[in-house]
């Protein structure tokens, strides 16, 4: 591979002050394509409406910076974070794994949220609070240096050339998360898109904030043992593509 990265468009800063995440402003440079899918079913809507609430998270004004020991009854030994949880179930694993760790979780897609959400009533987790919207902004409030790590598994590949800018992985995504990352902080992604793993190479490793940790083949073509699946992991594999995971770790600061 290339270790130059090609020039690529930066995203635009998305603003939060408008909760239609359909609006022209908020739709500009979306890392998504739709909120619902299927209808919600009755016990569905009950989470929606009555546990979402109390684990939303809301963003502060713009300028401002969230305060992540607020967010839990108690402050947390790390706060760590996912973007794009899907249907939620390796997020809900790692926060079963790690009751001590603060975990949240972005995602827009109505349906998977109530999945995470089933999932946290089901295990009674304590530890997981949810952003409903685009995890870019969140990046923009989280303080500086205060994830212990981040994961970004399976994003949307965006496939057609002039959605590439779309993509979730870039530099100025990796830009930001080198900002809100300690030192010694890890980064994993994931994806089964050939094309999108050719991107990802020639921005990820090669960024100066990052070290990519594989040693060989097998380091990238194998998950790890604290890596809990996902059921998109499985359709993939069941449909002959080879998931990649890349491990990473932010610079000393």
């Not at 897609?109 to 997981?128: M, Q, S």
């Not at 685009?134 to 240096?145: F, K, N, Q, T, Y």
């Amino acid at each position: 591979m290339s270790s130059a990265a090609p020039s690529e468009p930066r995203d635009e800063p998305l603003r939060s002050g408008s909760d239609d995440a359909t609006s022209p402003a908020r739709r500009r440079g979306a890392l998504y394509g739709r909120r619902r899918g299927r209808p919600l079913r009755a016990g569905q809507q009950r989470l929606w409406s009555t546990l979402l609430p109390r684990l939303q998270l809301r963003l502060p004004e713009p300028g401002e910076r969230l305060d992540p020991s607020a967010l839990f009854a108690a402050p947390p030994g790390d706060l760590w974070l996912e973007i794009g949880f899907g249907g939620g179930e390796h997020l809900a694993a790692q926060a079963a794994a790690h009751p001590g760790i603060g975990m949240i979780g972005c995602e827009v897609f109505e349906n998977g949220i109530v999945k995470l959400l089933g999932e946290i009533e089901r295990r009674r987790l304590a530890n997981i609070r949810i952003l409903t919207d685009d995890g870019r902004l969140l990046l923009s409030a989280l303080p500086e240096a205060s994830l212990g790590r981040v994961f970004i598994l399976f994003p949307d590949p965006w496939p057609k050339q002039r959605h590439h800018k779309r993509r979730l992985v870039s530099t100025a995504t990796l830009d930001a998360l080198a900002r809100v990352m300690k030192g010694g902080a890890e980064l994993r992604v994931a994806t089964d898109d050939r094309s999108y793993l050719l991107w990802m190479l020639q921005r990820v490793p090669t960024h100066p904030a990052f070290e990519w940790l594989a040693k060989g083949p097998a380091d990238w073509r194998t998950r790890p043992a604290d890596w809990p699946a996902t059921r998109y992991e499985a359709k993939a594999v069941a449909a002959g593509r080879a998931p990649v995971f890349l491990r990473l770790r932010r610079r000393s600061r």
